[in-house]
Every structure is written in structure tokens, then in C-alpha cells.
């Protein structure tokens, strides 16, 4: 993704105009593929466990949940005084050094639980298909989880470029696979899910404790300081506009190709077997290979899930190391280099206990990813909005920021209500 990125930027404009480019939906393609990654594998398994009817509701609320969100977080960029300020030169603007702090604090522990959620998730893809496509007994965890994450890590320390390349290459390959697969599954469709008698009373709770999985499976805020930095620089006062605009077309993409998807799979399967393939903790890629007759779908669909989760790995790993880093120095008189050595270990070592443990990837998404996630992506911005003069000018409507502030409420107190 990094160097579709920069071919982007590297793209000359031969000038400022209101009307949607080219480069724009080229920029649209670029958020869309930051957030088409493993969290979407995991999606239908939570997002249908409810049943038919909260699923088609959490469908029409993804695409203004996104752009609403997104939006707010460009514009929250946008209000710096330096033109190529990012999210925490920005916050250090508005809040000072303490804020600039907390920012790079909830970063981090925005990105290494997703670390931590793909080392279990590549372990859990090797050992459904050594067992089940290839017939072989499963290798003891802790040396195959040892030998996955340490290879995945070793692929990211010593061919940095070279992966960074790789997870961008895959992206959209990834993205053609899901469509077709999508398509695939249409003729398996069933009424199982659909004939379940919906229960109206407690459909809002249902609605509310899945949120925080669309939160982290839309989520593609990693890139919006780049994207808006990018947009200033080019359009200066229609900056705005710009941004506006192509995180609208990046949110109904994530809508329409994402939510096709999770329709296409939940409605191939039973509400049993979504519970089942929750209980297996395993990705839905996974779980359609070991259920389903087709070759495509038996060797198709672990191979998707394990190119899709070690993409994923590469950049939130770099991510987490270097949000660890920072971490560190700023409080520390230690050695740089021995730093970046303690962070590297201390991440393969913790990923690796995890990965051992098999905690619940989707209890993980919800209790440790999409928190920290929604804080930053949609309340950041809407206090920010209250609260600092400079945002007055990118303020969005009340409508708007009433409805951004209570799903970022409701992804965050529907993980408290779930710890309780």
C-alpha cells in the first residue's frame, strides 16, 4: 500500500478542481485498501451471529459510520497551521506535549493488539489446513506459532522494502479473490438465516455489541494523515472538499464490496455453523474450506486467509515497533539501537505467549483493537470540534457529530458492558 501511495503522490495535477479526478478515486482505492485486510475474514462470523435483520441494519449505518468518522479525523488534520503537520503534530498544536503524548500512547495500543490478534490468527489458518486440507497431524503449538511469528518477523527486519512491497502487491489481488468468492457462494445462499424470527426488543443490544468489529474492519485511519497532508499541499482551500469527498467514495466502496461479502457468506451458512467457526477461532476463510466440497474453497480459501493475515502483520508489526520505540526514547537515556532491540523482542515474545494461548480473536478485536480505534477516529475529532477555535471553520454539522460521538461511545462501552 505504501507504494501505491507514493506513485500517487509522485502524480502531478495539472490543476486544482472541485470535480471528482482520476486521482481521486485513485486515492479512494488507497484508503479502501488500507482497510480491506484480515479483520473483514472475521467479520461475517460476529457481524451475523445476530441473525439476518441486525446484520442488514449494521449494513446501512457501516458506510455513514466510515465516512462520518474519517472525514471528521482529515478535517481534525487539516486545522494545523503547518501545512505538513500529521495527527500528532496536530494534536501536540491543539493540546500540547501531554496530548501529543497520549495520542502516541493510544496509537500504539491501537496497533500492537492487532499484532498480537494475527499471530493467533496465522497459527489458528496453518493448523486448520495442515489438518484438514492436507491430513497431516497438528504440529505442537508453541514450536508452530514459534516458527510462523518468527519467520513473519524475520521477513519484516531484514526485507523491510522488499515486504512492504509484497503487502502492497497483495492488496488488490486480495480484494479480486473476496469479489470472486463473493460471487462463488451465491449459489450455496440458504434461508436458514433468514428464517430465524427476529427479536425486535433485543435487537438494539445486538446492533451495539457488534459494533466495535465494524469499527476495526472499516477502520483505515492509519493513512489519513498522509492522505491529508497530500490534499492540502495540492488543493490547499478545497482541501476540504477533497477529503470529504474521497473518504465518501472510500466508505461506500468499503460498504458495498465488504458487506456484499459478509452477505455472501453468511447467508452460505447456518447460524450453527457461524457459532461453530466462532468456537474454532478461525478465520470464515478457514471454516468454508473445511465445510465446503469445492477444491477452489478447500485450498483457495486458507491460502487467501494467510496471505490476507501476513499482509496485515507486516505493517501493524513496523507500526507497533515503531509506536514502542518512540514510546521508550521519549522517556529513556537509553541507546536507540538497543531500544529498537527490546521493543523487537519484547513484541515476538508477547506475540508468541498470546499465540500460544489462544485467547478468542474476535473477544480480542473488541476488547483491546476497536477501543483505542474508535477514541482517536471518532471522538478525537468531534472534542476537538467543542473545544479548539482553530476547528471551527471544519466543524461538521451537529447531526454529524452527534452520530459520530455515539458510535464511538457505543463501540467503546459496548466492550465495557462485555467485560462486565
Known amino acids: ?17 472541485k470535480k471528482f479526478t482520476y486521482k481521486d478515486f485513485t486515492w479512494c482505492l488507497s484508503l479502501f485498501g488500507t482497510a480491506v485486510g484480515a479483520g473483514v475474514l472475521f467479520l461475517p462470523i460476529k457481524a451475523g451471529s445476530g441473525g439476518f435483520w441486525p446484520l442488514v441494519i449494521l449494513a446501512l449505518i457501516a458506510a455513514p459510520m466510515t465516512w462520518f468518522s474519517h472525514k471528521s479525523l482529515a478535517r481534525f488534520v487539516l486545522s494545523a497551521k503547518n501545512n505538513n503537520a500529521d495527527i500528532t503534530d496536530t494534536v501536540e498544536e ?18 500492537y493488539p ?25 504440529i505442537p503449538r508453541w514450536l508452530l506459532s514459534g516458527g510462523l511469528i518468527l519467520a513473519m518477523t524475520a521477513g519484516v527486519v531484514f526485507g523491510k522494502e522488499l515486504m512492504l512491497k509484497a503487502t502492497s502487491a497483495v492488496v488488490y489481488p486480495l480484494v479480486f479473490i473476496l469479489l470472486a468468492l463473493s460471487f462463488y457462494l451465491i449459489p450455496e445462499w440458504n434461508t436458514s438465516m433468514i428464517e430465524i424470527k427476529p427479536d425486535w426488543a433485543a435487537m438494539p443490544s445486538v ?27 495540492e488543493h490547499k482551500e478545497l482541501a476540504v472538499h477533497k477529503t470529504d469527498a474521497i473518504t465518501g ?21 447456518s447460524p450453527a455453523q457461524l457459532a461453530q467457526a466462532q468456537e474454532q477461532n478461525i478465520s470464515v476463510l478457514s471454516y468454508l474450506a473445511n465445510v465446503q466440497e469445492s ?17 496485515s502483520y507486516f505493517g501493524h508489526f513496523l507500526g507497533a515497533h515503531e509506536g514502542l520505540v ?29 499465540s500460544i494461548v489462544n485467547p478468542s480473536i474476535l473477544g480480542m478485536i473488541e476488547t483491546m483493537g476497536a477501543p483505542m480505534i474508535a477514541a482517536i477516529l471518532f471522538l478525537l475529532p468531534i472534542y476537538a470540534m467543542l473545544r479548539v477555535p482553530a476547528m471551527a471553520k ?17 463501540a467503546i462501552s459496548s466492550v465495557i458492558y462485555g467485560a462486565l
Not at 521519549?330 to 531500544?339: C, F, L, N, T
Open 326 to 354: 518512540g514510546l521508550i526514547k521519549s522517556r529513556s537515556d537509553v541507546p536507540v539501537g538497543k531500544i529498537e532491540k527490546i521493543s523487537l523482542i519484547f513484541i515476538v515474545l508477547t506475540t508468541w505467549i498470546v
Open 94 to 111: 491543539h493540546f500540547g506535549k501531554t496530548g501529543a503524548n497520549l495520542i502516541t500512547f493510544a496509537y500504539f495500543f491501537a496497533i
Open 295 to 311: 477444491p477452489v474453497i478447500s485450498y483457495l480459501g486458507p491460502i487467501v486467509a494467510f496471505a490476507a493475515i501476513t499482509s
Open 249 to 269: 467514495g472510500s466508505a461506500l466502496m468499503l460498504m458495498g464490496f465488504v458487506m456484499f461479502f459478509v452477505f455472501s457468506v453468511v447467508l452460505s451458512l
Open 207 to 233: 446492533i451495539w455489541l457488534a459494533i466495535p468489529i465494524i469499527v476495526f474492519s472499516f477502520n483505515h485511519s492509519p493513512v489519513i494523515s498522509q492522505f491529508t497532508k497530500a490534499q492540502r499541499l
Open 394 to 410: 471544519y466543524k461538521t454539522s451537529l447531526p454529524v457529530q452527534i452520530f459520530t460521538a455515539v458510535c464511538g461511545l457505543a
Open 114 to 138: 492487532i499484532v498480537l490478534i494475527y499471530g493467533v490468527g496465522i497459527t489458528n489458518t496453518v493448523d486448520s489446513f495442515l489438518v484438514n486440507q492436507l491430513g497431516m497431524e497438528s
Open 1 to 17: 500500500m505504501n507504494s501505491t501511495i507514493t506513485s500517487i503522490l509522485s502524480t502531478p495535477t495539472p490543476k486544482t478542481e
